[in-house]
Nanobody, 123 residues
C-alpha cells in the first residue's frame, strides 16, 4: 500500500505560480513512476505530467509543456509539480498517483491516488 498526500494548492492570479507537493508513505516509493493528474469542474480527469522512478524521464501533456515542471526527491519520498504562468484553464483539483508497474515509464495504470488539492487561477 502507498498513501499519498498532496499539498500546495490555493488561489493565484493568472500569470502566477504554485508548487504542488506529493508526500508518499508505504511501500518502496522510489521504485515507481509518479504522475500528476487534474480534474476541472464538469470535465474528466486528465493526465498532466509523470516522472520515472529515478527522475530520468518526464512527460507532459502539451497544454503545460514549458510551464510546468515535475520533479522528485526519493530521499524525502516526495514528488513536486512546479506550475508557472498559470491561467484560468489550469483551475482544477490536482491529484498525484503512483503507477502500478515497478520501474514503469509513467504511461501505465495508476493504482494509488491522493485526495487531491484545489488549484484556482483567477483572471
Amino acid at each position: 500500500q502507498v498513501q499519498l498526500v498532496e499539498s500546495g494548492g490555493g488561489l493565484v492570479q493568472a500569470g502566477g505560480s504554485l508548487r504542488l507537493s506529493c508526500a508518499a508513505s508505504g511501500r518502496t516509493f522510489s521504485s515507481y513512476a509518479v504522475g500528476w493528474f487534474r480534474q476541472a469542474p464538469g470535465k474528466e480527469r486528465e493526465f498532466v505530467a509523470a516522472i520515472t522512478f529515478n527522475g530520468a524521464t518526464t512527460i507532459y501533456v502539451d497544454s503545460v509543456k514549458g510551464r510546468f515542471t515535475i520533479s522528485r526527491d526519493n530521499a524525502k519520498n516526495s514528488v513536486y509539480l512546479q506550475m508557472n504562468s498559470l491561467n484560468p484553464e489550469d483551475t482544477a483539483v490536482y491529484y498525484c498517483a503512483v503507477e502500478g508497474i515497478r520501474y514503469g515509464l509513467g504511461q501505465g495504470e495508476y493504482v494509488y491516488w491522493g485526495q487531491g488539492t484545489q488549484v484556482t487561477v483567477s483572471s
